[in-house]
């Protein structure tokens, strides 16, 4: 059964940092685009970062760039999303996500989703 399960959310403050972690099995996450999503409440789901599965493009909004860092351990199948200088603006549900199909660029749309974390930025 392909699955990805997701930890390492929690609350934390303003100009603080998390880590999420999220685990695959069933599959070889090496293999696949991975990315990182949010949904605020109220708000569209919004991409936060990826890496495509052909030569391991990263992207990573605007919103983003400069304070997440989206990575993956092969050895342990496992991808991560370093989030430093959070905002409360960064508050949402983060789900991670993985494709099987090969590319340069990220899909807009992915195969497979971990079940999602809350982060919550607050004083």
């Known amino acids: 059964q392909l699955q990805l399960v997701e930890s390492g959310g929690g609350l934390v403050q303003p100009g603080g940092s998390l880590r999420l972690s999220c685990a695959a099995s069933?599959?070889?996450?090496?293999?696949?685009?991975i990315g990182w999503f949010r949904q605020a409440p109220g708000k569209e789901r919004e991409g936060v970062s990826c890496?495509?599965?052909?030569?391991?493009?990263?992207y990573y909004p605007d919103s983003v760039k400069g304070r997440f860092t989206i990575s993956r351990d092969n050895a342990k199948n496992t991808m991560y999303l370093q989030m430093n200088s959070l905002k409360p603006e960064d508050t949402a549900v983060y789900y991670c996500?993985?494709?099987?199909?090969?590319?340069?660029?990220?899909?807009?749309?992915?195969?497979?989703w971990g079940q999602g974390t809350q982060v919550t930025v607050s004083s």
């Open positions: 996500a993985a494709d099987p199909r090969q590319d340069y660029v990220c899909p807009t749309s992915y195969g497979y």
């Open positions: 069933g599959f070889i996450l090496e293999t696949y685009t």
């Open positions: 890496i495509s599965s052909r030569r391991g493009n990263t």
